[in-house]
């Protein structure tokens, strides 16, 4: 091969502009070396020198690093061997290529070199046109690694972006879904957005429990957090003559307020169906609103549910929904305090929630009170609820209390 642009298809101007503006790094303890590979290469590239295996070192790791490396292996103090063990050693040079530039002619030092992650090994004396050639094609593939590995990276930074606009989409219309739901529900104010911290703070504190681990890892519970919110979607579905009623429930509008879990799971799955495929968020979703009024013992709605058939993800709703309702005020009551509802909470273990989530609750019961009092309720958003009420049953809002 003596033409060193013998057997290359053309390339484009760009990439021809690229291969001229390429910097080779020659690193040679030899003069002699040094002068007659800068008079060959001098013409076509930008040319650094370095003699010593430490100056070359440090002339790879500089802010303006070369395309590719010359390497003699004869060398004082720091072989060539060395000198490319430490190339391929450290992330920001490994990408160089290295080709070995070397009067060693064994077969076994070129074994050696090309082991060490060597692109190429010539000997000495050189044929310059062959030089040449191997140079350019070596400068050839690192331009096209480099190009695919600038484009790998964008794609990976275009999915990533789009994967967080996806789920900032879901996150609101999760939120704004489950806000509808609770303007309906007089009073009940922040209740959405503290259940869905205090299932995640009783998911992680049981993250490592043996009953639980195999299914509370860093995905579900965070998919755990986004589901939350639609644990009470089906009361979009309960008439307002039930649903904002001051007093007790008769035994048949309580029925009647029982199937908000049977039309929340059925809201989920319609949206699953128009989607045509199974989403994780709502699967757990489905779960939780269907399941979450299920208990213990099996005295829970719809199904009856006892211990271990009730999903996990409803049993930890169930206890964030109690204690959420027992410390804050409702239509048909006034809230408790803190101390109170733990203490309702630690007697019904094992009647109304599964025992070791309640040991859970009560090992960060100081995590549930932080949460109530970072999402508390603003009097203006329970005045507003209380005017929608009043209005929802033909009168006029009353004034603040």
């Known amino acids: 091969m003596n033409d060193a642009n013998e057997s290359f298809a053309p390339l484009s101007d760009d990439a021809t502009l690229r291969l001229e503006k ?26 650094m020198l370095a003699d010593s295996g430490p100056h070359g ?37 490994r990408d160089i290529p290295v080709i070995f530039l070397t009067a060693k002619t064994a077969e076994d030092d070129e074994q050696q070199g090309l082991d060490l992650g060597a692109v190429d090994y010539i000997t000495k004396p050189i044929s310059p046109g062959i030089v040449l050639a191997r140079i350019r094609t070596q400068l050839t593939l690192k331009a096209s690694a480099d190009f695919l590995r600038d484009q790998n990276a964008f794609l990976a930074r275009e999915v990533n972006l789009r994967t967080r606009e996806v789920s900032a989409i879901e996150d609101v219309t999760i939120m704004a879904m ?35 681990a195999a299914f509370l890892d860093n995905h579900t519970i965070g998919l755990l957090f986004k589901s939350a919110p639609l644990h009470d979607i ?119 929630f599964d025992p070791d989530v309640v040991e ?11 949460i109530a009092l970072t999402y508390t309720d603003s009097s203006a958003d329970l005045q507003g609820k209380r005017d929608y009420l009043d209005i929802a049953q033909g009168e006029a809002p009353k004034p603040a209390t």
């Open 22 to 47: 390429a910097r080779l790094l020659i690193i040679d303890d030899s003069p002699d070396s040094l002068f007659m590979m800068h008079g060959l290469l001098g013409d076509h590239y930008r040319v």
């Open 57 to 93: 070192l440090a002339m790879a790791r500089s802010a303006t690093p070369p395309d590719l490396i010359l390497l003699d292996i004869l060398m004082p103090d720091m072989d060539g061997y060395e000198v490319c063990r430490q190339l391929k050693t450290n992330t920001a040079t």
């Open 178 to 212: 489950a806000s509808l739901a609770e303007t309906r529900d007089v009073d009940t104010g922040n209740h959405i957005r503290r259940t869905q911290h205090y299932v995640r703070a009783l998911a992680r504190q049981l993250a490592t429990h043996p009953r639980f």
């Open 234 to 352: 089906g009361k979009v579905g309960i008439p307002d003559r039930i649903l904002l009623k001051p007093g007790k429930l008769t035994p048949q509008e309580f029925e009647v307020m029982k199937t908000h879990t049977t039309l929340g799971r059925d809201a989920i799955e319609h949206a699953e169906q128009m989607l045509g495929t199974e989403v994780a968020f709502l699967k757990i979703a489905k779960e939780i609103a269907y399941s979450h009024q299920e208990k213990w013992d099996g005295s829970g709605y719809p199904q009856g549910l006892k211990g271990d058939q009730i999903p996990i993800s409803a049993r930890l709703m169930a206890l964030a929904d109690v204690y959420d309702a027992l410390i804050s005020r409702r239509i048909y009551k006034e809230p408790i305090s803190h101390d109170a509802a733990a203490g309702i909470i630690s007697i019904t273990g094992g009647r109304h």
């Open 360 to 370: 859970a609750f009560l090992a960060i019961q100081d995590t549930f009170k932080a």
